[in-house]
């Protein structure tokens, strides 16, 4: 059966702390593995990653994916109150004549000030 | 940039209704989907369209479940008789490539709230 595993489950940090989520999958037919942010609603996208060992950056977020031992980082540094969410990490499968993703069931990271 | 959107954004029906979820997927993408996530728990995997056809679907999505792309626009989720465990955000996603580097677009979800 295809799993997705986060960790921690939920972290409690203050603000200007640096902070590093996990993901590690078992699953079949690997297509990529994204990385969503969800506030309130919908999950809204930060990362995708499809090769080992190249990090993808967007301002304070950072990430890299293993595909060897299967498992990516996510790395938050200098925290602010407003990256106070749940963090899903989720990897694209491919089956049939679509894919799907499967989800982990969330890092929920709250920021103090 | 372009969006999904979903209509209704909180729905509240009585235990054995039938309810239909409205979606609007990206107008030229072409792979569509519904995940549902229940309060508290992951967003889990329903069922994938593509070709006027399901592609794919969980052991969640049973008979009482049904998708549908009725005008070339509209992508829309049906469960026939809704139970209480039916309660949960239904989120409506598309996809434009079957290609590893496209990325999902979802909507903002629909609450659905079974009494």
């Known amino acids: 059966e295809d799993k997705v595993v986060q960790s921690p489950l939920s972290l409690v940090v203050h603000e200007g702390d640096t902070v590093t989520l996990n993901c590690s999958y078992e699953?079949?037919?690997?297509?990529?593995l994204l990385w969503y942010k969800q506030e309130k609603k919908a999950p809204t996208f930060l990362f995708m990653l499809t090769s080992s060992g190249i990090e993808k950056k967007s301002g304070r977020l950072s990430s890299i994916l293993d595909k060897k031992e299967l498992f990516s980082i996510l790395n938050i540094t200098a925290t602010q109150t407003g990256d106070s969410a749940v963090y899903l990490c989720?990897?694209?499968?491919?089956?049939?004549?679509?894919?799907?993703?499967?989800f982990g069931t969330g890092t929920l990271l709250a920021v103090q000030p | 940039e372009p969006e999904v959107t979903q209509t209704p954004s909180h729905q509240v029906t009585q235990m054995g209704q039938e309810v239909i979820l409205r979606c609007v997927p990206i107008s030229n993408h072409l792979y569509f989907y519904w995940y549902r996530q229940i309060l508290g728990q992951k967003v889990e995997f329903l069922v994938s369209?593509?070709?006027?056809?399901?592609?794919?679907k969980s052991e969640i999505f049973d008979d009482q479940f049904s998708v549908e792309r009725p005008d070339g626009s509209n992508f829309t989720l049906k469960i026939r008789s809704t139970k209480l465990e039916d309660s949960a955000m239904y989120f409506c996603a598309s996809k434009g490539s079957y290609l590893a580097n496209y990325g999902y677009t979802f909507g903002s979800g629909t609450r659905l709230t079974v009494v």
């Open positions: 369209f593509y070709n006027n056809e399901i592609s794919e």
């Open positions: 989720a990897v694209d499968c491919y089956g049939g004549a679509t894919n799907k993703l499967i």
């Open positions: 699953v079949t037919n690997f297509r990529s």
